[in-house]
């Protein structure tokens, strides 16, 4: 159930309601020997954050977490062109320094 946010017309008094969306918004200030009449304000509202299986907490890190985060990924990996560099040197090593012949196909 949602919480509204009403002020008085009258004394400018504001409170919070924990009310059903299908309720009739309240009419009279709960302020006690006001009466006025009140009018519901429009907020933003609570934010909300889905916790249990299924939500990772990774989620909601912030931006500059994730770049921290990124940073130090990068420098524990190889760069792609270091990965070639070095998958090419180890298919040319041979004991004899020659790349073995292909196998032949019998036909």
Same mark, same amino acid.
């Given at each position: 159930m949602p919480t /509204?946010? /009403?002020? *008085?017309? $009258?004394?400018? /008094? %504001? &409170?919070? #309601? &924990? %009310?059903?969306?299908?309720? #009739?918004?309240? =009419?009279? *200030?709960? %302020?006690?020997? *006001?009466?006025?009449?009140? /009018?519901?304000?429009?907020?933003?509202?609570?934010? &909300?954050?889905?916790?249990?299986?299924? &939500?990772?907490?990774? !989620? @909601?890190?912030?931006?500059? @977490?994730?770049?921290?985060? $990124?940073?130090?990924?990068? $420098?524990?990996?190889?760069?792609?062109?270091? $990965?070639?560099?070095? !998958?090419?040197?180890?298919?040319?090593? !041979?004991?004899?320094? =020659?790349?073995?012949?292909?196998?032949?196909?019998d036909n």
């Amino acid at each position: 159930m949602p919480t /509204y946010e /009403y002020k *008085c017309k $009258k004394c400018g /008094y %504001q &409170f919070e #309601e &924990f %009310q059903s969306i299908t309720d #009739e918004p309240l =009419k009279k *200030c709960r %302020q006690k020997g *006001c009466r006025g009449s009140v /009018y519901r304000i429009i907020s933003p509202g609570a934010g &909300f954050l889905f916790k249990g299986s299924g &939500f990772y907490e990774t !989620d @909601y890190r912030s931006e500059a @977490y994730k770049k921290a985060a $990124k940073a130090d990924k990068e $420098k524990v990996e190889p760069s792609s062109s270091d $990965k070639k560099t070095s !998958d090419s040197k180890t298919e040319k090593s !041979d004991s004899s320094g =020659k790349k073995p012949d292909p196998p032949k196909k019998d036909n």
